[in-house]
């Protein structure tokens, strides 16, 4: 089903986040994704755009970027990254020294950034691609590893102590991962459930693309547990110790996955006998792809790839009420302020921090979400040339860290670390 949605969407798709399980897409191919012919006239210039002055957002600009309410405090290109495009985005906050890192996905590795002084980021160095480029590159942490999965073939998951950044004496330097799992090879997405120390790749060729466990428990000695075929394809998932209000599976270990046309609900606690607890389907679908609980695990948040382009809304967002595990229902839709196609989102308090490709990244308050009210409380645009529904501009955003810095990732231009304005 997955390769003929690929074949569908043909070269328009290319970058986009749906996969193919055994290709890769090099670097000579990215960013051939159906953006406007002259929307590159309208970027800013690779080789004169790293920043790490501040710019406030102020009359509606930060700089050339059109925001609301979040500031510039750097970014860098990729140019100075030398990669011909980003990807996924995640942090790591160094407990022994507070020093802040943006983990940066590249069509050729995974660069490592030290955002701590924003007037001084510093490029420490890249973990090239364990195999072949690729436009999809996935990244996620546990006991100070960074866990990295690619859909370039054969790649497997790269384990990096992050440890090792403390202690760059020529940057930027090229690393070595520590070890390098190959129970698959390609991955499209690594999802990490660090209360139980077990990590689960999706988009496998394994489990018919659906969850590989893996124990990560000790992170450079990762071992096969196991996996989850029964719903499909897993494009993006969240794994959590469930604490919700469902009382039914408290302590339980929950998956919930993005799978194409559904959300599957699965308990996992028994790694040899996972169990369906239900799954979801909802009108309109167009591609399911990825989806966040909100704090008090009673809703879903869910982002679908391709509506706003087969379907014609503007950036939708749904939200299902999980209070009953086994009987979920659609809460509330959320339609955004641009015609720009939603990508990864995470929840942290009472925001809802959403990569929306072209329009940037979107602040949602969903402080109001038992009554079904979510309201757009800022933004910040790394992609002036305009808010059409293609697949350029930012893919994914970090919320975080302590600091309240934001790490984004933007296809065209890279890495950008904003904040809230005062």
């Not at 990669?83 to 790591?92: E, K, L, M, P, V």
């Not at 428990?217 to 996996?227: L, R, T």
Request: charge should be negative; glycine fraction near 10%; aromatic fraction near 12%.
């Amino acid at each position: 089903m997955y390769k003929t949605l690929l074949i569908i969407l043909g070269l328009f798709f290319l970058l986009g986040c749906s996969n193919n399980d055994d290709s890769s897409v090099s670097d000579s191919s990215d960013n051939d994704n159906g953006s406007l012919p002259n929307d590159d006239d309208m970027l800013p210039d690779p080789d004169e755009n790293s920043e790490t002055m501040f710019i406030p957002c102020s009359n509606g600009m930060a700089g050339i970027y059109p925001c609301s309410g979040y500031d510039l405090l750097g970014q860098i290109n990729l140019t100075d990254l030398s990669a011909s495009s980003a990807n996924d985005i995640w942090g790591w906050t160094d407990t022994t020294t507070g020093k802040e890192y943006a983990l940066v996905g590249l069509s050729n590795g995974t660069a490592f950034v030290d955002i701590t002084d924003t007037e001084e980021l510093i490029y420490l160095g890249k973990l090239p691609t364990a195999t072949l480029s690729s436009s999809w590159r996935d990244i996620k942490v546990y006991q100070d590893h960074a866990f990295i999965v690619s859909e370039a073939g054969g790649h497997g998951m790269q384990v990096f102590d992050l440890t090792k950044l403390r202690n760059v004496m020529n940057a930027p330097e090229t690393f070595e991962a520590d070890t390098r799992y190959t129970g698959f090879g390609n991955a499209h997405n690594i999802v990490i459930n660090e209360v139980s120390g077990y990590a689960y790749a999706v988009g496998t060729g394994t489990f018919n693309g659906g969850a590989h466990f893996i124990d990560i428990q000790d992170p450079k000695n990762p071992i096969a547990a196991g996996g989850y075929a029964a719903n499909g394809y897993s494009h993006d998932a969240q794994v959590v110790t469930y604490n919700g209000p469902d009382a039914d599976y408290t302590g339980q270990e929950i998956f919930i996955g993005a799978n194409e046309n559904q959300v599957a609900i699965v308990d996992i606690s028994d790694k040899d006998n996972p169990i369906q607890i239900s799954n979801i389907q909802y009108t309109n679908i167009g591609y399911t792809h990825q989806g966040w609980f909100s704090e008090d695990q009673r809703y879903f948040i869910l982002g679908d790839e391709l509506d706003e382009i087969q379907l014609g809304f503007d950036s939708r967002t749904l939200v299902f009420d999980l209070s009953d595990l086994d009987n979920p229902i659609l809460h509330h839709t959320y339609l955004g302020e641009t015609a720009a196609i939603d990508h990864n989102g995470y929840v942290k308090g009472d925001a809802f921090y959403l990569a929306n490709y072209t329009a940037g990244v979107r602040i949602l308050d969903i402080s109001g979400i038992d009554g079904q009210s979510i309201v757009e409380e800022g933004f910040f645009d790394t992609y002036p040339p305009s808010n059409t529904a293609a697949f350029e501009g930012v893919w994914s955003v970090y919320p975080y860290f302590e600091s309240e810095k934001i790490i984004v990732n933007d296809i065209n231009s890279g890495l950008f670390v904003i904040k809230k304005s005062n």
